[in-house]
């Protein structure tokens, strides 16, 4: 089992940056895969980017490629998502995903464990 906390939500103006975190908790974190995954109101959840075990790879969805980054610290068992340039289209619940298959996995069914999601919004 693994349990994954993410904080770092809040409101921002469009054009400002915020950092969230997830911090997780149990298994080897330095095991999983990490993923960044968001859901606004009246939609599905949808994949933002993944980083593999070592940070050997990132993937990032198209509408966000250039303005987000994913890191991770696997001392601190915690994965970050850098984001830069928001836009009001960036408003939705962010949650942090952990899975044990290998690569850069952008599909929901696949991820493991999730946290409870922080929420961002962005004004205009």
């Known amino acids: 089992q693994v349990q994954l906390v993410e904080s770092g939500g809040g409101l921002v103006q469009a054009g400002g940056s915020l950092r969230l975190s997830c911090a997780a908790s149990?298994?080897?974190?330095?095991?999983?895969?990490m993923g960044w995954f968001r859901q606004a109101p009246g939609k599905e959840r949808s994949f933002v980017g993944a980083?593999?075990?070592?940070?050997?790879?990132?993937r990032y969805a198209d509408s966000v490629k250039g303005r987000f980054t994913i890191s991770r610290d696997n001392a601190k068992s915690t994965v970050y998502l850098q984001m830069n340039s928001l836009k009001p289209e960036d408003t939705a619940v962010y949650y942090c995903?952990?899975?044990?298959?290998?690569?850069?996995?952008?599909?929901?069914?696949?991820?493991?464990?999730w946290g409870q999601g922080t929420q961002v919004t962005v004004s205009s």
């Open positions: 980083i593999t075990w070592n940070s050997g790879s990132t």
């Open positions: 149990g298994r080897t974190f330095s095991s999983y895969t």
């Open positions: 995903a952990a899975t044990m298959k290998v690569g850069v996995v952008a599909v929901v069914s696949w991820y493991d464990y």
